[in-house]
Every structure is written in C-alpha cells, then in structure tokens.
Nanobody, 115 residues
Framework: QVRVVESGGGLVQAGGSLRLSCSASGIRYSINARGWYRQAPGKQRELVAEFSSAGSTNYADSVKGRFTISRDNAKNTVSLEMNSLKPEDTAVYYC?????????WGQGTQVTVSS
C-alpha cells in the first residue's frame, strides 16, 4: 500500500523560508511523476512545482525564482524549498506521486505566511 506523508509546514513571517518534505512508502515501481500542489481557502487546488512524467520540471509562475523542487529517487522523496514567502503563499500544500498511472496524495501540510 502506497503512503505519502508531508512534513515541514508551519507559520512564518513574510520574507521568510520554509522547507517541505514528502516521503512515499510502499513504492514497488518507478515513480513517473511527483510534485506539490496547494489549496488556499476558497480557491481551487493549483500546481506549485513538479517533476512531470514527460521529464520536465515545472513551476507555477507565482513561485518561479522563489521556490525550488528537489527529489531523491533512491529514497522516494520530494522536497520544496520555499524562500521569500508571501502572504499569498498561505495554503495547504499537498504532495503527490504517480506510480503506474495512479496518483497518490498526502494529507497536506499547512503553510501560513503572516504579513
């Protein structure tokens, strides 16, 4: 059974930094894609950053230059380094991985940026 768990959220002042980590267990096949989405109150879930199945690294325009996604294939992890945080980055951040065409989501971790 695949399990995806995020960690590293919290409260930070504007301009600060946070690092989110995500670990997947129960992985039996290659991970085709992995990344991060976020959902702010009253808004739709949106892509933040990903390593896509096509082999590209993608970022939302709103986080380019501030956020960096990284991964460890051997450990089945994906991380998100977030710098120069803004109040509009406040959201629940969700990690996902895709294995054999199935998407697995974590439970989400809250990131709150105060002004």
């Amino acid at each position: 059974q695949v399990r995806v768990v995020e960690s590293g959220g919290g409260l930070v002042q504007a301009g600060g930094s946070l690092r989110l980590s995500c670990s997947a267990s129960g992985i039996r096949y290659s991970i085709n894609a992995r990344g991060w989405y976020r959902q702010a109150p009253g808004k739709q879930r949106e892509l933040v950053a990903e390593f896509s199945s096509a082999g590209s690294t993608n970022y939302a325009d709103s986080v380019k230059g501030r956020f960096t996604i990284s991964r460890d294939n051997a450990k089945n992890t994906v991380s998100l380094e977030m710098n120069s945080l803004k109040p509009e980055d406040t959201a629940v951040y969700y990690c996902y991985i895709i294995q054999r065409g199935i998407t697995y989501w974590g439970q989400g971790t809250q990131v709150t940026v105060s002004s």
